[in-house]
């Protein structure tokens, strides 16, 4: 394994961890996470790939952003400090998001596409008391309330189930950063994944934990429906920390026999 500090604009780095040999896979995690939530998954897909999992702007042992960037141009950086002309992308959540957004912008640097728990630019969440004060804390990077709101929605199965020590600290070491980076992705907002995902061409996995937030299961299912090809896969006893939740599972799913095909029709697991 190897790690690399990696220049962004604007200044600033991004902390990637590299391992394995064989086609390449890129780990994008999600917000107030970093790279630790695929920590149980790492060290078997290297096994089969040259994997790649890196922290976000203000995540991790990332550095914060000091102007406005975007999270596509920051994994294109990922991509060329390694060599990658093409990979395979598994995002979750936020990285979920980031990943369906890159492959619209850069199709031909994507080989294949995992959406897990994943968010999607242009969907409009319905209102609630929860979502909102989620929302708000975010807003104004109240990194303690955004922690406890994180772990009561987003890790719904509590400290009994797989992962929550890592699950915990991660969340609290994050929130604050975390959410104060995200006010500085630049987005277009009329330029949402969820208007355009016919145009994915490229083999496509939606997975959803059963215990996730329904939101996110509606959010997959539209997913699944739109892309072209996409297969939808629902893991039990999973919910929006599903790599650390259901880790065996996702390998399946991530290494099974058929492994990903890529646009060529070749496999791409050997």
Not at 52 to 68: E, F, I, L, M
Not at 139 to 161: F, K, N, P
Not at 247 to 268: A, I, N, Y
Request: aromatic share 6%.
């Amino acid at each position: 394994m190897t790690t690399e500090l990696i220049p962004v604009a604007g200044g600033g780095h991004i902390w990637a961890e590299k391992a394995g040999n064989g086609p390449p896979l890129v780990l994008l995690h999600g917000s107030v996470h970093d790279s630790r939530l695929w920590s149980r998954v790492f060290s078997a897909l290297a096994r089969h790939h040259t994997v790649v999992r890196y922290d976000a702007r203000g995540h991790g042992c990332s550095t914060s952003p000091t102007a406005p960037f975007r999270y596509e141009d920051d994994l294109l950086a990922v991509l060329d400090r390694f060599g990658f002309q093409t990979a395979g992308l598994v995002g979750l959540s936020m990285g979920g998001e980031v990943a369906l957004d890159f492959t619209l912008e850069h199709p031909e640097r994507v080989r294949s596409l995992t959406l897990i728990a994943a968010s999607a630019s242009g969907h409009e969440w319905p209102q609630s008391p929860e979502m909102d004060a989620y929302v708000a804390a975010h807003r104004g990077s109240v990194g303690r309330r955004i922690a406890e709101l994180e772990l009561t929605l987003w890790a719904s199965l509590g400290d009994r189930a797989p992962g929550f020590e890592v699950i915990e600290p991660m969340v609290r070491e994050n929130a604050e950063a975390g959410a104060a980076a995200e006010q500085g992705h630049a987005l277009d907002p009329a330029e949402g994944a969820v208007d355009r995902l016919d145009r994915i061409e490229v083999p496509t996995m939606v997975v959803v934990g059963d215990h996730d937030h329904p939101e996110i299961g509606v959010i997959a299912g539209r997913l699944a429906d739109g892309i072209p090809g996409a297969r939808l896969e629902v893991v039990a006893d999973a919910d929006h920390y599903l790599p650390l939740r259901a880790p065996g599972r996702l390998l399946e799913l991530l290494l099974g026999s058929d492994g990903f095909v890529d646009r060529r029709g070749g496999r791409s697991d050997r």
